[in-house]
């Protein structure tokens, strides 16, 4: 993608911090107010908040080159499977805003360089835990994940990012934190917060696990947290 970011990242030599997301006064040439499919390459930038109908993806991502830039409002999936989808498309970059209420908040399969960054990933705020997860990735090269907070999820099972068969990744200034999950007496490491597997050629640096919540003791295993 041509696209600039606008962005700028906050000090993460804090374990606990957070980071910031700078907005724009101006949106881009192709803004976007409602939920549905982008399915031609370009620069695309939010300019409201944005409530999904419960059942389709907030944004479908159908198509190469693009940037999706949030621009500090809010994706509410309304307890929808997904927020974000994108699959089988290349160079696609999702930046700068809050993501809340959807079973997998951003769903990423079978594609190629794949950046998210500036992002806030909100869980659930029901009261009992459920199996919803912030980013699920699959068979996927290339992944480039930056300044991103994940919090406040109540879950059983499921990681809270997952990335499952793929190469050449790259997790930067990712929090986790206080997040409350739920597993069984015998060591479920479906049950980890972070857990990258069958992957290879991944780089993890400035990444905190920390203030999570969980009900067993189990030793680690290689490439979980």
Same mark, same amino acid.
């Given at each position: 993608?041509?696209?600039?970011?606008?962005?700028?990242?906050?000090?993460?030599?804090?374990?606990?911090?957070?980071?910031?997301?700078?907005?724009?006064?101006?949106?881009?040439?192709?803004?976007?107010?409602?939920?549905g499919?982008i399915?031609?390459?370009?620069?695309?930038?939010?300019?409201?908040?944005?409530?999904g109908?419960?059942?389709?993806?907030?944004?479908?991502?159908?198509?190469?080159d693009?940037?999706?830039?949030?621009?500090?409002?809010?994706?509410?999936?309304?307890?929808?499977?997904?927020?974000? *989808?994108?699959?089988?498309?290349?160079?696609?970059?999702?930046?700068?805003?809050?993501?809340?209420?959807?079973?997998?908040?951003?769903?990423?399969?079978?594609?190629?360089?794949?950046?998210?960054?500036?992002?806030?990933?909100?869980?659930?705020?029901?009261?009992?835990p *459920?199996?919803?997860?912030?980013?699920?990735?699959?068979?996927?090269?290339?992944l480039? /994940?930056?300044?991103?907070?994940?919090?406040g /999820?109540?879950?059983?099972?499921?990681?809270?990012?997952?990335?499952?068969?793929?190469?050449?990744?790259?997790?930067?200034?990712?929090?986790?934190?206080?997040?409350?999950? /739920?597993?069984?007496?015998?060591?479920?490491?479906?049950?980890?917060?972070?857990?990258?597997?069958?992957?290879?050629? /991944?780089?993890?640096?400035?990444?905190?696990?920390?203030?999570?919540?969980?009900?067993?003791?189990?030793?680690?295993?290689?490439?979980?947290?």
């Amino acid at each position: 993608s041509s696209c600039k970011s606008t962005t700028k990242t906050s000090d993460t030599s804090s374990s606990s911090s957070t980071h910031s997301i700078k907005c724009k006064k101006d949106c881009s040439s192709k803004p976007i107010s409602k939920s549905g499919v982008i399915n031609k390459p370009g620069c695309y930038c939010l300019t409201s908040d944005i409530v999904g109908n419960g059942c389709d993806p907030v944004i479908t991502i159908d198509s190469n080159d693009v940037t999706l830039d949030l621009n500090c409002h809010q994706l509410d999936a309304y307890n929808a499977s997904y927020a974000i *989808v994108v699959a089988k498309q290349c160079s696609v970059k999702i930046m700068n805003g809050t993501i809340t209420r959807a079973d997998t908040h951003i769903r990423i399969s079978e594609c190629e360089n794949i950046t998210l960054v500036d992002l806030k990933l909100k869980g659930t705020d029901k009261c009992k835990p *459920v199996n919803k997860t912030a980013i699920k990735v699959n068979n996927t090269c290339g992944l480039d /994940f930056q300044n991103i907070t994940i919090i406040g /999820f109540k879950n059983k099972k499921v990681p809270i990012i997952n990335c499952l068969e793929c190469k050449n990744g790259s997790l930067k200034n990712i929090t986790i934190s206080k997040n409350l999950k /739920f597993v069984s007496d015998v060591c479920d490491y479906q049950g980890a917060f972070l857990n990258i597997e069958l992957s290879s050629n /991944f780089d993890i640096e400035n990444t905190y696990v920390n203030d999570n919540s969980v009900n067993a003791n189990c030793p680690p295993r290689p490439g979980v947290m």
